[in-house]
């Protein structure tokens, strides 16, 4: 890992972990995530997550290598349906990754789970297996926009999971999806409303998109909002968080003073992330180059490959020239940007890769202009895309 590379980075960034469990009870059609229906009922049996929990045990200790030493400020538990699992499963899988990392004191362990009852009766015993913040799936509470969704709970199950959430972890966070079919601004105001009574100290509000190979890119939903009346929800959304005290610090992001999300925040900021699990992505900065690595997607090809030592089914080197676009894809999310300082640290380039590109973003509006932090204006905020498409070619 010492070889040449092309890059002369200072200083490494802040390590996170990503552990990917990959099955739900039924596969959402919006979702292209590397999720798989588990068909034998509503709890993993025994010896799957079993066979699970070794094969990532062996990929992490096959990946150690590589962060030797390396503090670990943050860990997500993603999937899939993380709950499928038992909180003594959890429990295990913690204590796994505590015997072969220093995790930072303090560190976040955020996992996601649904809110069905089955998941929900787990939460206090996911909070004592080690889990410091939960992420709650919710989309909507209104059932025929859930039906819609293809989403296996209740409006009324997802208020009851809320309500657990509350009592047995001291920060969680909500998902709620907008522009979803048919959806009035009224309808959105009413699931907002109902989120926001719960005083979660942070929300994700995402645009329902389409995206390709999902049962939604095959057969699209009909009466979908149109781009004014998605900009008008979004508008409510930042209205309706901002009077409950909830800042907006990233594109879909709002927290509470204190409750920003550490795992995400280090993805924005273009830190480090080691990803083990089925189709677990990495990106892991050395003195001189910069790692991307995939872990094989199908559940049970990982766990026959991970027992191997070959978890990783493919890695490449991030080129030079992708770096400022890379960087900007992420750090352009922030609300508050980040200093110019950091794009120097974190891709090895010198201010001289992304001039031609802020220049001409300053010039349309999209950036601020103090040469001291890459952050993007309000305008910029709003055409997102077309302020990071800039630096693509820079």
């Given amino acids: 890992m010492m070889r040449p590379g092309t ?44 066979a699970y929990l070794a094969a990532l045990r062996a990929d992490l200790e096959a990946a150690l290598p590589l962060i030797w030493g390396r503090p670990v400020v943050s860990v997500f538990i993603g999937g899939g349906t993380p709950s499928l699992f038992a909180p003594e499963q959890i429990a295990e899988l913690i204590s796994d990754l505590r015997a072969r990392l220093p995790l930072e004191a303090g560190c976040e362990i955020t996992m996601e789970a649904n809110p069905g009852t089955f998941e929900k009766d787990r939460f206090a015993g996911f909070a004592q297996a080690g889990v410091t913040r939960l992420s709650i799936g919710v989309q909507s509470f209104d059932d025929r926009k859930l039906q819609a969704l293809g989403r296996v709970h209740s409006g009324t199950q997802a208020r009851a999971a809320i309500a657990e959430a509350a009592r047995s972890f001291a920060t969680f966070n909500i998902d709620l999806m907008y522009a979803l079919p048919e959806q009035t601004l009224a309808e959105l105001d009413e699931d907002l409303g109902t989120a926001l009574a719960f005083d979660p100290p942070h929300l994700s509000v995402y645009h329902l998109t389409i995206e390709p190979n999902t049962r939604f ?122 200093p110019m300082q950091s794009f120097l640290e974190r891709t090895g380039l010198p201010p001289s890769a992304i001039a031609k590109a802020m220049e001409q973003g300053r010039a349309k509006g999209l950036l601020d202009p103090d040469p001291a932090v890459i952050r993007a204006t309000p305008r910029g905020f709003d055409f997102l895309s077309d302020l990071q498409a800039l630096f693509l070619s820079s």
């Fill in 217 to 338: 890119a095959n057969a699209p939903p009909e009466h979908l909002p149109d781009p004014d009346l998605a900009s008008d929800m979004l508008d409510l959304i930042t209205a309706r968080t901002g009077a409950k005290g909830m800042q907006r610090y990233e594109v879909s992001a709002y927290a509470r003073a204190g409750h920003r999300c550490t795992h995400n925040t280090n993805y924005w900021q273009f830190g480090d992330y080691l990803g083990i699990g089925a189709g677990a992505h990495t990106k892991l900065s050395f003195a001189h180059r910069l790692l991307r690595q995939v872990r094989w997607r199908d559940p049970a090809t990982f766990m026959q490959k991970a027992a191997e030592g070959q978890a990783v089914s493919n890695e490449h080197e991030v080129a030079r020239s992708e770096l400022p676009f890379e960087f900007m894809l992420n750090a352009l999310r922030l609300r508050e940007g980040v």
């Fill in 7 to 50: 890059l002369t980075l200072s200083a490494l960034p802040p390590l996170s972990l990503y552990v990917h469990l990959p099955w739900c009870i039924r596969k959402c059609p919006y979702c292209d995530f590397n999720s798989h229906e588990y068909r034998d009922g509503r709890e993993l049996d025994v010896d799957t997550a079993r």
